[in-house]
């Protein structure tokens, strides 16, 4: 299928869109190809790994590790959702994804990444109760309480990114149907969009994606503000709250940050080297990260590493 059919196609229900992401490196198909599998390698066998050692070992059954598992559960989700086709099209001639296919990956994108968000709010939240008020924790942050957090951070997800799909998918396409991008993304197909009520869907969609971001950028940012006061009034044990504090932060800036530029900025500011970097941070080394910066890093997970290791040494030897 060649461009300039698309770009003649039905304007009002376009069948697929052109993604014109990365498509000046030709030279270093290649290189991009190693690099984007290899990322996907350790995005899956780093999330599989905490995910597999907090079932196995009864220590890590605790509200913390509990939120960890389901934090590395949707990072191979969200990983999923655009690393695979990205994959696919570094070495395809025809950069093409069906308008199902497109919306069904916005869709995707927006659960993950909204339920993202409000879970790392619910991390943020179990730490200030943790070391803000111990005394009251065990009975403050339950099995049910852990259990609905996680409820709400899925459902939050699931029903704001289904009204941003539903606003978008009937909105009319024309001129073009290029995407001068790396997946399918909102700003994105609203840049592509021709309709009147495009600032319409770009304030309902904004205000969703909004709302759950700022949200639980601000609960976060609260939590850890009582935290750092917390730990100043306690010399015990302060260099290592910080530097768990700053290890967790660090992720969040990252993916908030990274999303909030994209977001926010008018997209002509923005170069298309630029929009691809940012893309790449939030959307594809955050979630491999993620496992390194709030898991690898700590020494109750080195331990049930350790753990494991020597069971199967002396399985070994045992056979």
């Known amino acids: 299928v060649s461009l300039e059919f698309l770009q003649r196609g ?21 290189t991009l190809c190693l690099g984007f599998l290899l990322i996907y390698l350790v995005t899956l066998l780093g999330n599989l790994l ?20 389901h934090l590395s559960f949707l990072d191979i989700c969200y990983s999923s959702v655009t690393l695979p086709k990205i994959l696919k099209d570094t070495f395809s001639p025809q950069k093409t994804i069906s308008f199902v296919g497109c919306i ?24 200030y109760l943790a070391i803000c008020h111990p005394l009251h924790y065990t009975t403050l942050m339950n099995k049910k309480i852990c259990f609905c957090l996680v409820v709400i951070s899925w459902m939050s997800g699931s029903f704001s990114s289904l009204i941003q799909v539903f606003t978008i998918a009937n909105l009319p396409f024309c001129g073009s149907n290029v995407i001068d991008h ?30 759950i971001a700022m949200g ?20 015990a044990g302060r260099q290592k709250a910080f530097a768990t504090c700053t290890s967790h932060l660090a992720v969040v800036f990252l993916f908030f940050g990274a999303g909030a530029i994209t977001y926010l900025m008018p997209q002509s500011s923005l170069s298309k080297d630029t929009h691809e970097i940012l893309a790449l941070l939030y ?18 997970v080195k331990r049930a590493i350790r753990k494991v290791l020597h069971r199967g040494a002396l399985e070994q030897r045992v056979s």
Do not use: W
């Open 10 to 30: 039905n304007v009002s229900s376009p069948t697929m869109f052109v993604l014109l992401g990365l498509s000046n490196a030709c030279k270093a198909q290649g």
């Open 50 to 69: 905490i995910m597999t050692l907090i079932y196995l070992d009864s220590h890590l059954h605790s509200p913390m590790y509990y939120f960890l598992g």
């Open 104 to 127: 069904t990956q916005v869709y995707f994108f927006l659960c993950f990444g909204s339920s993202e968000c409000v879970l790392l709010a619910a991390m943020a939240y179990d730490r």
């Open 182 to 211: 790396l997946f399918c993304e909102v700003p994105f197909l609203l840049k592509a969009s021709c309709s009147p009520d495009t600032h319409l869907s770009k304030f309902v969609s904004y205000a969703l994606a909004g709302t």
């Open 216 to 235: 639980s950028f601000l609960l976060i940012l609260v939590s850890y503000l009582h935290i750092i006061r917390a730990v100043l009034l306690r010399r």
């Open 283 to 300: 959307a594809v080394l955050t979630p491999m990260m993620n496992p390194v910066i709030y898991s690898l890093r700590n020494s109750e």
